[in-house]
């Protein structure tokens, strides 16, 4: 079963604009990692939040992490036409080491 | 430095017949894992590698067996293909087993038809 779910599926914006997703999960984290997928291709590795930290920060992005609430946030600044892609948030458990993946959000950038 | 590499990219098979995805990585990871990606679920981990010669079950196993003979190689076979192992395969390796920071390979597309 799928550990992370991410909101909205898909997501559509205007160059310029910021776009945002949200990830909840279900159990206690070690830590929570975004991933970025271009169409036809493999994931590439974005940001990760360990389970201590609330917020972090990556050249346009933007991570938040609420264990409180078992959720995050990825947050893009500044769309831009190449940022459009599918964005997965996984978790890795305490005590599993194994990331699990959320179905991911569709995110397209109109230019 | 190529990263994770998978042999072949695309294939097609028939009900029955027999393949083995190959992935290899140059990064000296320990690491490797084998995932299957279906419209709308994700990424589900299928079986993985905590160094060569050991190898363990993921998520969704049935139907699939893999090596680890050498630490830079993963193999993942599919002995009796069936139309719902339609797909496409990503192999991913890492270093780090408590952020478990993983790279991808550029995937296989399996049809069987």
């Known amino acids: 079963s799928q550990q992370g779910e991410e909101d909205p599926q898909a997501l559509s914006i205007q160059e310029g604009e910021n776009a945002t997703m949200n990830c909840s999960y279900k159990t206690s984290i070690n830590n929570l990692q975004w991933y970025r997928q271009n169409s036809g291709r493999g994931l590439v590795h974005l940001i990760l939040?360990?389970?201590?930290?609330r917020e972090k920060h990556s050249g346009r992005l933007r991570v938040t992490l609420d264990t409180s609430k078992k959720s995050s946030s990825l947050l893009i600044t500044a769309s831009r036409a190449a940022d459009t892609a599918s964005y997965f948030c996984a978790t890795v458990v305490l005590n599993d080491y194994k990331l699990s993946f959320g179905a991911g959000t569709t995110v397209t950038v109109r230019a | 430095n190529a990263g994770v590499t998978q042999t072949p990219k695309f294939r097609v098979l028939k009900t029955g017949q027999s393949m083995t995805l190959l992935c290899a990585q140059d990064?000296?990871?320990?690491?490797m894992y084998w995932y299957r990606q279906d419209p709308g679920m994700g990424l589900r981990l299928i079986h993985y590698?905590?160094?060569?010669?050991?190898?363990a079950k993921g998520e969704v196993p049935d139907g699939y067996n893999v090596s680890r003979l050498k630490k830079q190689n993963f193999l993942l076979g599919l002995e009796s293909a069936a139309p719902s192992q339609t797909s496409v395969y990503f192999c991913?390796?890492?270093?780090?087993?408590?952020?478990?920071?993983?790279?991808f390979g550029p995937g296989t597309r399996l049809t069987v038809l």
């Open positions: 990064m000296n990871h320990e690491y």
């Open positions: 590698s905590v160094g060569e010669g050991t190898t």
């Open positions: 939040i360990r389970s201590n930290e």
């Open positions: 991913a390796s890492s270093q780090d087993r408590e952020t478990d920071t993983q790279y």
